[in-house]
């Protein structure tokens, strides 16, 4: 039923049943509160002078908008995922590389196939992700870095963080993604030699 606007009367103007039938009595029947049945229902604007009732969601899910511009409810799912590796990973003095892994620790959204893909985290659907990875070396010795890849791409699609002292190094960044770009932990370190990585891990969480 389609609200209808109230004309303007006059002093000495009659008001008849049908205008009250249909400029009180159907105006509340089509708005708020005559559309709503449910505890916990809404009222949204579905039209130009037209009131809709969007009944409450279920526990767990938020008020978004839809595709149409129109309210509706969705699921609330953190999309988050780590992989680590505990066990010694040779790292060749001098070149630039890739970790691989060897646990699935999360994987809310299937982005972890460690089975196919042991080096990476691939991002389910489009927004902007918080990208956190972690490499500890089995020494001081030499110039060290750790970076985030996006897509096996560039330079400018990694973030970098040379430590000044210690062995844990730290790489993070915000990164806007569309569904199935995928992220990997690369390393490099300058010892003069051989150097084992003894632990590392890679963390995806969608924020945004």
Known sequence: MAYSVVPTVATGDLWTAANHNTYIRDNFLAGVPGIFTTAGDQAYASAPGAASRLPIGAVGKALRVSSGNLPAWEEISLKTAQIKRTTNQNIPNGTDTVVTFTTEVIDTNGMVDLG????????????????????NFASYAGTKHVKIKKNGGSTEDRTEIYPSNGVALNSIGLYQCIANDYFELMVHQGSGGDLNVFYASLNVIKVG
Request: proline share 5%; glycine share 10%.
């Open 116 to 135: 196919t893909y042991n080096t990476r985290i691939t991002v389910p659907a489009s927004g902007i992700y918080l990208v956190f990875g972690q490499a």
